[in-house]
Every structure is written in structure tokens, then in C-alpha cells.
């Protein structure tokens, strides 16, 4: 053969060698059992042993090689052969036209062994039908033609309902012995092997492949576990349309450039510009995407969707939502997927118990409402089927029989599908999709396909509901629990002006008492007007800031004073800050000095000492009053609502023990029955919490 094709034979054949191999490996690990699949993986192995001598040839034109080319692509046929013969004697239950006749296996067998006559007399130079290349030639063309004979005879034993299985196989093999017909043909009239031809064969049986594959995942008899991605196919597809587009673009502008005058450079130059201009177009344009998805899903599966890709996708499109698009916009968009809809929009139930409007993708926003009552809406809770507003216009509807639609549905346009969203048996909404990019088939597979992402997206808006109203119900019961902190403040301040307006009587003549009496005062006038602003603000106030702890104990004991006994604040104590809220340390301060001095008579005592243990700050309260017993302590003192005062509301207690704990601190109590309490607080100073927050920053 000529040199000047030899690489493209090379590239030809090991191109054909390396597809039918990697095809045979994976039809060898799909493979379960019967001869039928034995047949196609051993006719591909053949095959990618014939390519590689092929190659080999290419590549170093020894002849042995050749010949040995030749013996392979003998058993090569005689492969395919019997994995036809294998589905014409084996059809599938209920695919059998009728008894297959006798003759095709002693044909068979006498066609392959006189196209092994043919390579022995062409490899030992034996002319027996005029030179050794046209014996060659005869014998190997009888062959191919007997291969078209034999996929004819498979093809009709095939009933016609059953042929949409092995079309695709049908239409390769009959391609790939119409090659070796017009090869062997040329050869034999010519007497010559045309170079062209020989190279592009490899090229030729390569194409063939994705049509047995397609055919063998159609047909699960033949005991392959075989898929194909639709994926796979789209893209593939949609890149030799492009690569068939651009070459006939390409040849119109040579054309144009050759044949055109004066004009043709130019012409050709606006040509090749506008093509690659509306293939970018086409690629980028939704519709046509659509559109080549529908055809492909037709014409090539079984089935319209891969259910576990569809799955897969629109569970990634909820879980993501929040990423660009609210969870509304998620639901619409993975709805509008998967029939090819540009958008839509979402109406879910609000608290009053209406559906309106709650999300949109490419829909302009309506404020329409639907009563939770209204005839649609008991339709969609009681039947879950897809509304197919199309077949409703068209006068025909199964899914649609009985329904009520609601009387807004004029004035939504481009209103296509109606699918309910249900939870639990509950109507949770339902969503509008627009009228698709291309026709589609609203069969029983897209109904079940949208149904089942519809429930999957009713789940999402019942867990996004109930955690709403769980944050809602939080936000009252943090409000609540403010209020209950701020009622009892109150009553603290009310007991401090009950105080003084019982020793007002008495001392109201004593200039020092009316001193004590405007600070009480304007000290509980502060304290009011801080708890109107925590409750005028809905959340309580716990920026930290530096307290000094001397200063803070000094201000709660004085405050006090009026009481008997009074509270004393030992002498010694250190300089020490904490990071707090001051008010509100001293709020929890001021009760456990309130409830010393209410549990002391009046020959009792009470007394405050501060101290430092290393990086703590502790303070210690101390009464000789009547005391607890330890299973008060264990189970009733830090409760809230647990109290033992005829007046007390049982919260002062635990709002200490939760804020020294919210500060990093710890609250402990020691008490005996008869002998008296201490308290003791400890918390970190001020100094230490910066410098464990800066090495935590630094870290």
C-alpha cells in the first residue's frame, strides 16, 4: 500500500484496537451468562486483535503481519456470525417469529472456512481464481455478503413489536459488511488493495460500537449489565452535530472562496464568522438543549429519565438551597428541569391559612390567593394528581377530570402543569410551571417523575415550616423568660420603696433618712427605666464590659442598709474586675443578699467578703439564718418556679446560676438547717479572659 497513508492507517486501526478492546474488558465485567453474550465479547475481542495487527502493520509494513491481519479479520467474522446465529436459534421468550431454518449453520460454517481458503491461498501465492489478491478478494467479499445475508435473516426472525431493541445493532453490522462489500469489491475489480479504503476501515468499524452497546443495554436477555449515560449521549451527540455542522460550514465557505470572484475571501470570511456566531447560540440556547434532550430520550432509551440521576439532581438542587436562590426558587427550578419548562412559581399555605405566592423563577410575580378550602385546592389533597392545564384547553383531560380550577387561572400565563406539593397528607402547596421550550410528552412517566420530586419538595417547605415556628415559639419563650426576669426585678424594687415608706413614718425628720430616702429613689428610677428599655428592645442587654467587683459590692451592700440586720461588706477585699454586664451582675448580687437578709431575723447577721484565687475572682455570702436542707438545695433551689416565699416567684435563684455560668463561673451553696447559708461565686477576672481570648485568636 501506498506510504503516504500508513499514519492514517495507524491512527485508524489503533484507534479501532483500543475502543473494541476497552469495550470487550467492559462487556467481559457486565457479563453474567449465556452464549449470546459470550458470542459479541469474543467477536469484539477478535476485533481488537485484527486492529492491533492491523496497526502493527501500519506501522512497520511486515507482511507477515498482514497475512496474520488477514487470519483474524476471518475469525473476526466468523465471531459475529455466531453471535447472530446465537440470537436467531436463542431468541428471547416471546421474541421468536417462528422455528429459525436449518441452513444457516452448515452455511455459516462453509462461508467462514472458504474465507480461510482465501487468506491460506493468498498468503501461500496460490492463484486459483485469477491472481492470489483476487482469490482473496472473491472469497472475503463472499463473506461480507453473507454477513448482510445473515443480519437479514436475524432481522426478520425478530418480530416487528420487538425490532426497537436491535435496531441500532442491526443498522452498525449491516454498515460495517457494506464497507467490507465496497473494500473487497474494489479490490477484486481492480486488483488492488485502494490504500484509502484500508486505512479509513478501522475508522469505519469504531463507529459501529456505540450502537451495539446501545442495543446490548436494550436487550437485559443477553445477560449484560449494560448502561449507557444519557449523559454521555447528549453530549457526544450534541458534539458531532456541532462537528457535522462546522465541516459543512467550512465547506461552504471553501466554496464560497474558490467559486466567488472578487467576493469570495470575504464571503467566506462572513460565513465562517456567522456560523461559528449561531452554534454559539445553539450551544448556549436553552430550547435546543431541550429539544435534542427529547429527541435523544425518544429514539434511544427505553425509558424517558435515568431515575437515579433525576433523583440525585433534584435532591442536590433543594439541599443547596440558599446558594443564589431561596428554597421556593430551588423547588421551581428542579421542578422545571426535568420537563423542560423555563420556570414557574410556588404557592404555599400561609398562617391564615391561604395559599399565595411565595417564590418565582422567569414568572412575573401575581398576588392571587387560594382559599385553603376552596374546591382546587380539596382536588389537589385528594386525588395528587398533576393538573395538565394544556389538556384542559385541548377539551380532553384524564388528570384533570373533575378538577375546579380556581378562577384566577386566566390571568396566569403560560400556565402549563399544576403539581401539588403533599406531606404527611397535608397540602402544603403546590407549584405552576410555565409552557416548556419544546413540546413534551406529559405521559404516565412524567406525572409519577414529578410527583415523587413533589412530595421529595413538600418534605423540604414542612421541615422549613416547623423550624420557623420553632424559632418563633423559641423568640416567645426567650421573651417570656425576660419578662418573668424583669417582673421579678420589679418586685424587688417594689419591696425596697415598701421599706422605706414604712420607715418614713418614723424618721422622716432625720435629714440623713431623707438623704437614703431621694438615693433609694433615684436608684430604683434607674433600675425602672433600664428594665423598660430591655423590654422595649425584646432581648436583653449583655454587652460585657470591665466591673469592678469592690465597687459593685460596695454599691448592693448600701443599697441594703435600710434592712435589719445589715448586710456587711468585709474589709480587705482586692481590686478585682470581671467582664459583665454591670446591671445585671448586680441584679443576681442584690438577690442573694435579698434572700440572706429575708432568711436572718433580726439578731442575725449577714456579710459579704471578696477574695481572689488565682485567675478567679470569689465571692462569698454568708447568713446566720434559717438555712436549707440539702435535698431543697438538690431539687428545688436552682429550679424556676420553685420557691418557698409567700410572695417569692422562684426565678431569682436560677437567673444567678445561669448568668455565673454564661460568664464562665460557678455557683456553689453549703447550708444547715438552723446554722445558716453561704454562697459562693466564683468568676473569672477580667485580665484572664483577655489574655485566654488573645492566645485563642493568635492559635
Known amino acids: 500500500m501506498e506510504s503516504t497513508f500508513s499514519q492514517v492507517s495507524a491512527w485508524s486501526h489503533a484507534i479501532a484496537t483500543v475502543v473494541h478492546a476497552l469495550f470487550a474488558v467492559y462487556l467481559g465485567l457486565a457479563w453474567r451468562h449465556g452464549s449470546r453474550g459470550s458470542f459479541l465479547i469474543g467477536a469484539m475481542a477478535v476485533s481488537a486483535l485484527w486492529a492491533s495487527a492491523n496497526w502493527a502493520f501500519a506501522l512497520t509494513g511486515w507482511n507477515w503481519i498482514f497475512l496474520l491481519g488477514n487470519v483474524l479479520d476471518v475469525l473476526r467474522m466468523g465471531a459475529w456470525f455466531g453471535f447472530l446465529l446465537a440470537l436467531v436459534f436463542q431468541p428471547a421468550a416471546g421474541a421468536s417469529a417462528g422455528p429459525p431454518p436449518r441452513w444457516p449453520k452448515p452455511m455459516t460454517l462453509a462461508v467462514v472456512s472458504l474465507g480461510a481458503v482465501g487468506v491460506v491461498c493468498f498468503s501461500l501465492n496460490l492463484p486459483i481464481y485469477g491472481t492470489p489478491l483476487r482469490t482473496w478478494a472473491a472469497t472475503s467479499l463472499l463473506t461480507a455478503v453473507f454477513g448482510l445475508v445473515l443480519l437479514e435473516l436475524f432481522y426478520r426472525s425478530v418480530p416487528e413489536r420487538s425490532r426497537w431493541g436491535i435496531k441500532p445493532m442491526a443498522l452498525g453490522l449491516a454498515a460495517l459488511f457494506a464497507f467490507d462489500v465496497y473494500l473487497f469489491a474494489d479490490s477484486l475489480l481492480f486488483s488492488r488493495i485502494h490504500a484509502v479504503i484500508w486505512s479509513a476501515r478501522g475508522f469505519a468499524h469504531t463507529l459501529i460500537i456505540p450502537l451495539v452497546a446501545i442495543s446490548a443495554s436494550r436487550n437485559p436477555e443477553w445477560t449484560f449489565r449494560v448502561s449507557i449515560s444519557r449523559h454521555v449521549v447528549f453530549h457526544s451527540t450534541a458534539l458531532a452535530v456541532s462537528g457535522v455542522y462546522l465541516l459543512l460550514i467550512a465547506g461552504a465557505g471553501y466554496y464560497m472562496r474558490y467559486f466567488g470572484g472578487e467576493w469570495g475571501e470575504a464571503l467566506q470570511l462572513v460565513m465562517l464568522f456567522g456560523g461559528g456566531l449561531f452554534l454559539g447560540v445553539l450551544v448556549f440556547s436553552g430550547a435546543f438543549r431541550a429539544r435534542l434532550k427529547v429527541l435523544l430520550a425518544k429514539h434511544f432509551f427505553a425509558y424517558r429519565y435515568d431515575y437515579r440521576t433525576e433523583w440525585l439532581g433534584v435532591t442536590q438542587a433543594l439541599s443547596v438551597a440558599g446558594d443564589g436562590l431561596s428554597l421556593g426558587e430551588s423547588v421551581v427550578k428542579a421542578l422545571a428541569d426535568l420537563v423542560e419548562s423555563p420556570g414557574g412559581g410556588v404557592w404555599l399555605r400561609d398562617a391564615n391559612g391561604c395559599f399565595s405566592q411565595q417564590a418565582r423563577l422567569n414568572m412575573p410575580h401575581y398576588g392571587l390567593v387560594e382559599n385553603e378550602g376552596s374546591a382546587f385546592t380539596a382536588f389537589l389533597l385528594e386525588r395528587e394528581w398533576v393538573v395538565n392545564l394544556a389538556e384542559l384547553r385541548s377539551g380532553f383531560s384524564v388528570s384533570g377530570d373533575g378538577v375546579a380550577l380556581p378562577e384566577w387561572t386566566p390571568e396566569v400565563t403560560d400556565m402549563w402543569l399544576i403539581v401539588p406539593l403533599i406531606s404527611s397528607g397535608v397540602l402544603v402547596g403546590f407549584v405552576i410551571l410555565l409552557t416548556p421550550r419544546t413540546p413534551v410528552d406529559v405521559n404516565w412517566e412524567v406525572l409519577d417523575l414529578l410527583k415523587m420530586a413533589g412530595r421529595q419538595a413538600a418534605s423540604y417547605f414542612a421541615r422549613m415550616q416547623a423550624a420557623e415556628a420553632l424559632i418563633e415559639a423559641r423568640k416567645f419563650d426567650a421573651f417570656n423568660r425576660m419578662s418573668a426576669f424583669v417582673v421579678h426585678d420589679l418586685k424587688n424594687l417594689v419591696a425596697q420603696m415598701s421599706l422605706m415608706l414604712r420607715n418614713a413614718e418614723r424618721h422622716k425628720d432625720n435629714p440623713e433618712f431623707q438623704a437614703d430616702m431621694l438615693d433609694t429613689v433615684r436608684h430604683v428610677e434607674e433600675r425602672m427605666r433600664g428594665l423598660m428599655t430591655q423590654l422595649m428592645e425584646k432581648t436583653p442587654i449583655n454587652q460585657r464590659k470591665p466591673v469592678s467587683l469592690g465597687a459593685l459590692l460596695e454599691h448592693v451592700v448600701q443599697s441594703k442598709r435600710m434592712y435589719i440586720p445589715c448586710p456587711v461588706l468585709l474589709d480587705g477585699a482586692p481590686e478585682v474586675s470581671v467582664l459583665a454586664h454591670a ?117
Open 583 to 699: 446591671e445585671r451582675l448586680e441584679r443576681i448580687l442584690g438577690h442573694i443578699v435579698q434572700n440572706a437578709l429575708d432568711a436572718t431575723p433580726e439578731h442575725g447577721s449577714v456579710s459579704v467578703e471578696l477574695s481572689r484565687e488565682r485567675n478567679q475572682a470569689c465571692i462569698t455570702v454568708r447568713d446566720t439564718g434559717s438555712g436549707m436542707s440539702a435535698a431543697f438545695i438538690r431539687e428545688q433551689l436552682f429550679k424556676p418556679f420553685q420557691t418557698t416565699k409567700a410572695s417569692g416567684m422562684g426565678i431569682g435563684a436560677y437567673e444567678a446560676q445561669q448568668y455565673v455560668q454564661e460568664l464562665g463561673g460557678s455557683l456553689s451553696v453549703a447550708s444547715d438547717v438552723g446554722a445558716g447559708t453561704r454562697f459562693d461565686i466564683r468568676l473569672p477576672i477580667a485580665e484572664s479572659v483577655r489574655k485566654d481570648g488573645n492566645e485563642a485568636m493568635a492559635n
